[in-house]
């Protein structure tokens, strides 16, 4: 059974006021809690055994996803005290709980109707350590961006601006092996993109790979960028 660890100890500081007494995960969109959306698309493609990384405001999580059981899945929390450890660290910190050399990393703002079993299956053909879920850059000036060879391999990450454009945007749900992960001392801080994904295209080239859709993400990084998310996701009900 595939394993995810849901990325839930950001602090959330761009959708502030409404992160002042809620962590971003738990924020409802259209009535439900991000989170619970995300879990219930990761059981469609059969994912139900998760990991939550909390830092802050933890109990505003807890309270809405408990031990998943209503969800179908079994949820079990990685505690990231005193410091939040980031993007690659709050991974390393939860292999032990993990358990799995290979599993899915899912931000925990991210919505989105990707195919992740399409996203595994290229992920375990390629023999890849991570596999990022990509879609076309279409807001080069708002998003930075993943470069990738004619093979759909990553070869580097750009800024936003001139240089992002004809990238691709990754939209936060990757494969990866633990391995790449393991050899972050314990407790550190470490950042994926901009730290560890870096040196390891420069160790090892080919060794990160892009899994381009077409599909929808629904951004909810700001205050607007919510509100225009949540009258989608209620123009559908």
Not at 62 to 72: E, P, R, Y
Not at 99 to 105: A, L, P, Q, R, S
Not at 118 to 147: F, Q, W
């Amino acid at each position: 059974m595939t394993q995810a660890l849901l990325l839930a100890a950001g602090l959330g500081t761009r959708l502030r006021p409404l992160t002042d007494a809620c962590a971003k995960p738990a924020i409802p969109v259209a009535g439900e809690p991000i989170i619970r959306r995300i879990v219930r698309w990761l059981a469609v493609h059969d994912v139900r055994d998760l990991v939550v990384n909390l830092h802050y405001l933890p109990q505003t999580v807890t309270a809405v996803l408990g031990d998943g059981s209503d969800l179908s899945v079994r949820v079990r929390y990685s505690w990231e005290q005193p410091r939040i450890l980031g993007s690659a660290g709050g991974p390393r910190h939860a292999l032990d709980l993990l358990g799995e050399d290979t599993f899915v990393i899912v931000n925990g703002d991210t919505l989105t109707d990707l195919n992740l079993t399409a996203l595994l299956e290229a992920h375990r053909a390629s023999g890849a350590a991570v596999t990022m879920a990509l879609v076309p850059n279409r807001e080069p000036d708002k998003y930075g961006g993943v470069v990738l060879d004619r093979d759909s391999r990553v070869v580097g990450f750009v800024s936003r601006g001139v240089s992002a454009a004809g990238s691709h945007h990754f939209i936060g749900v990757q494969a990866a092996r633990a391995e790449v992960f393991r050899d972050i001392p314990a407790g550190e801080p470490a950042s994926s993109v901009g730290g560890v994904y870096d040196a390891l295209i420069a160790a090892r080239p080919g060794s990160i790979h892009g899994f381009v859709s077409d599909a929808t993400f629904w951004d909810i990084g700001t205050i607007a960028d919510y509100q225009r998310t949540c009258a989608e996701f209620e123009q559908q009900t």
